[in-house]
Nanobody, 123 residues
Framework: VQLQESGPGLVKPSQTLSLTCTVS??????????WSWIRQPPGKGLEWMGA???????DYSPSLKSRTSISRDTSKNQFFLQLSSATPEDTAVYYC????????????????WGQGTQVTVSP
């Protein structure tokens, strides 16, 4: 399974940060898999943001839940991240990731990782 992130590398404050993860070599509807977004701000550790399950149900980090939305397009085998009201503190490398265990993703050890994409929030 391969995951590839895409989206704007620069977002202005107060705008919505939107990213796409394109999956190949496997289906996002495969039973029991979770498809997730993780980010790493400069000089900080990994932060789990949320996930969408094979069933389409979603789960979010409590600290980001009010600003985060994860959705999917099964016809394109893609899932998406939207983070509203972006601030400079949202500047990070954003990764998409997948695993059968949501716990594994949350603790930073998913089965599959994308290569990551840098997003900078700046005027």
């Amino acid at each position: 399974v391969q995951l590839q992130e895409s989206g704007p590398g620069l977002v202005k404050p107060s705008q919505t940060l939107s990213l796409t993860c394109t999956v190949s070599g496997g289906s996002i509807t495969t039973n029991y898999y979770f498809w997730s977004w993780i980010r790493q701000p400069p000089g900080k550790g990994l932060e789990w943001m949320g996930a969408i399950a094979y069933s389409g149900s979603t789960d979010y980090s409590p600290s980001l839940k009010s600003r985060t939305s994860i959705s999917r397009d099964t016809s394109k085998n893609q899932f998406f991240l939207q983070l509203s009201s972006a601030t400079p503190e949202d500047t990070a490398v954003y990764y998409c990731a997948a695993a059968k265990s949501l716990h594994d993703i949350v603790v930073g050890t998913p089965e599959y990782w994308g290569q990551g994409t840098q997003v900078t929030v700046s005027p």
